[in-house]
């Protein structure tokens, strides 16, 4: 399996606009990798993308993506979801339009039940987005996933986790889970043994953040976010070979310098950038 971490970052851009720090004024200079994308995957093996931000446009050209056929959303949060608009750059063809021909190749669309109704609910004044592109233009074809689906040789494995959703790519005996945000406190299960790769997100790196930032021990961020013992604990307990952090937030206050001497604390942990080849 040929996976591109086509995003790395988190909520807010990096650059964030406007912002003058160290880290941000960085990565105005000197673009990618020390620039981030938001949070977003791809599988070049079935032609299929992980989540929507909305900079995603921007994210499949930079790694020169050919083809889109199937889309996946991990939960409705505005930075998974809100560069759907994309559909239309992929799929909608005016001139087709204008002569009355409908896409006849529609992107499949996969999420389970409760982010499907949870995407569904982003609407405006003529309904939901995800009606328009389906029964309007027909750009798209939802599917609700109850648990697995079969794409081509990979079996993929949905596991609710609150509001989110944790991936498991699974072909022949190489297994990776793909676990983008919102998967605190992680869901248990078995088939996360002895996975080749885990890419996970929402995970505070170092104690010292943007602009000297201390986190009290007591903040309910933790509640949401794990720390990197936790990581570690988790890459032991399920036996998982390699761990990549992915959604590194601008509020971290590192460059991709800082996280490459991060990774020499780690052993088999890295850190993600856009772009990143991880092959399986």
């Known amino acids: 399996m040929n996976f591109t971490i086509l995003g790395s970052g988190g909520c807010v851009a990096l650059p964030k606009p406007l912002c003058q720090c160290k880290v941000c004024v960085e990565a105005r200079e000197k673009g990618k990798p020390y620039s981030r994308y938001g949070c977003s995957l791809y599988l070049e093996d079935i032609e299929l993308l992980v989540d929507t931000p909305e900079d995603i446009v921007h994210a499949l050209n930079y790694s020169n993506i050919k083809e889109v056929n199937k889309v996946l959303f991990s939960h409705m949060d505005p930075d998974h979801v809100l560069g759907m608009r994309v559909f239309e750059h992929l799929r909608l063809n005016w001139f087709e ?50 648990e697995h689906i079969y794409l081509d040789q990979i079996k993929l494995t949905f596991i609710k986790a609150g509001v989110a959703t944790v991936f498991v790519f699974e072909e022949k005996n190489k297994k990776v889970i793909y676990a983008p945000c919102d998967v605190k406190p992680f869901p248990i299960n078995n088939i996360f043994m002895d996975a080749d790769v885990m890419i996970i997100g929402n995970t505070i790196v170092g104690d010292e953040l943007k602009d000297g930032y201390i986190l009290n021990n007591e903040s309910n961020i933790f509640s949401e976010l794990f720390r990197m013992n936790e990581i570690e604990d988790l890459k032991n307990q399920y036996k998982i070979k390699k761990v990549i952090i992915t959604h590194l937030e601008e509020d971290w206050g590192k460059s991709y310098d800082d996280y490459l001497k991060f990774q020499e604390q780690y052993d088999g942990i890295l850190f993600a950038y856009d772009g990143m080849k991880v092959e399986v």
């Open 97 to 146: 339009v204008a002569e009355k021909k409908e896409c006849s190749n529609a992107i499949m669309v996969h999420a389970m039940k409760h982010v499907m109704e949870d995407i569904n609910s982003i609407k405006s004044k003529y309904g939901s987005y995800l009606d328009y592109y389906e029964k309007v233009r027909n750009l798209i074809k939802r599917e609700v996933i109850e």
